[in-house]
């Protein structure tokens, strides 16, 4: 069994920074891809930025500059900073956890971002 629990979302006045956390456990195998998807009001679900072992990160066009995921392994946890906040950053943070074909969600972490 795989939990995944999100820590960091809060309210931030746009320009502002937060930083999520999002720690893993249970069975964590050491090949895996782990990252951030956010769902904003009335819209889908959408990627924000993903991490594979022992490759470079992607990012949504949308946050590229402004958002950075890093993880450390002997953890299992994955961060998200995300600097020069927007209002349309506004949205439900989810972390995400993919290995061996099978995909986990934490239960999300409310960001707001105020003009």
């Known amino acids: 069994q795989v939990q995944l629990v999100e820590s960091g979302g809060g309210l931030v006045q746009a320009g502002g920074s937060l930083r999520l956390s999002c720690a893993a456990s249970?069975?964590?195998?050491?090949?895996?891809?782990m990252g951030w998807y956010r769902q904003p009001p009335g819209k889908q679900r959408e990627l924000v930025a993903v991490?594979?072992?022992?490759?470079?990160?992607n990012y949504a066009d949308s946050v590229k500059g402004r958002f950075t995921i890093s993880r450390d392994s002997a953890k299992n946890t994955v961060y998200l900073q995300m600097n020069s906040l927007k209002r349309e950053d506004t949205a439900v943070y989810y972390c995400?956890?993919?290995?061996?074909?099978?995909?986990?969600w934490g239960q999300g972490t409310q960001v707001t971002v105020s003009s």
């Open positions: 995400n956890l993919f290995q061996v074909g099978r995909e986990y």
């Open positions: 991490i594979t072992t022992g490759s470079s990160p």
């Open positions: 249970g069975i964590i195998l050491p090949f895996n891809r």
